[in-house]
């Protein structure tokens, strides 16, 4: 019994190309998403743990340990703020 075999035209190197580029485009559009909401993910938990630091700071209610903890939140946030901003325009088309 004879078994019909499926035969595909040739692909040109061309079709190729377009093919690997299209896929490249699309995992790089998925891997710029990614990265934006890791940095939005990053910005928060930094908020987040200043947050905590200056509320740990303010429950000792002694000024020079509530000052520092100010100044510090302040250096980290801003820290946090310019790096994730220098990583969006990274990014940037």
Same mark, same amino acid.
Request: charged share 25%.
């Given at each position: 019994?004879?078994?019909? *075999?499926? *035969?595909?035209?040739? /692909?040109?190197?061309?079709? /190729?190309?377009?093919?690997? $580029?299209? &896929? /490249?485009? $699309?995992?790089?559009?998925?891997?710029?998403?990614? *990265?934006?909401?890791?940095?939005?993910?990053?910005?928060?938990? /930094?908020?987040?743990?200043?947050?905590?630091?200056? +509320?740990?700071?303010? &429950?000792? +209610?002694?000024?020079?340990?509530? #000052?520092?903890?100010?100044?510090?939140?302040?250096? #980290?946030?801003?820290? &946090?703020?310019? #790096?994730?901003? &220098?990583? $969006?325009?990274?990014?940037?088309?």
């Amino acid at each position: 019994m004879a078994t019909a *075999t499926k *035969t595909t035209a040739p /692909v040109s190197v061309d079709e /190729v190309a377009e093919r690997t $580029r299209d &896929a /490249v485009e $699309r995992v790089h559009e998925v891997s710029k998403k990614a *990265t934006l909401s890791y940095l939005d993910s990053y910005e928060k938990a /930094v908020d987040s743990f200043v947050d905590m630091q200056l +509320k740990l700071a303010n &429950a000792t +209610k002694a000024p020079i340990v509530i #000052g520092i903890a100010e100044a510090q939140a302040e250096l #980290g946030r801003e820290l &946090a703020a310019a #790096g994730a901003g &220098a990583a $969006r325009a990274l990014l940037a088309d």
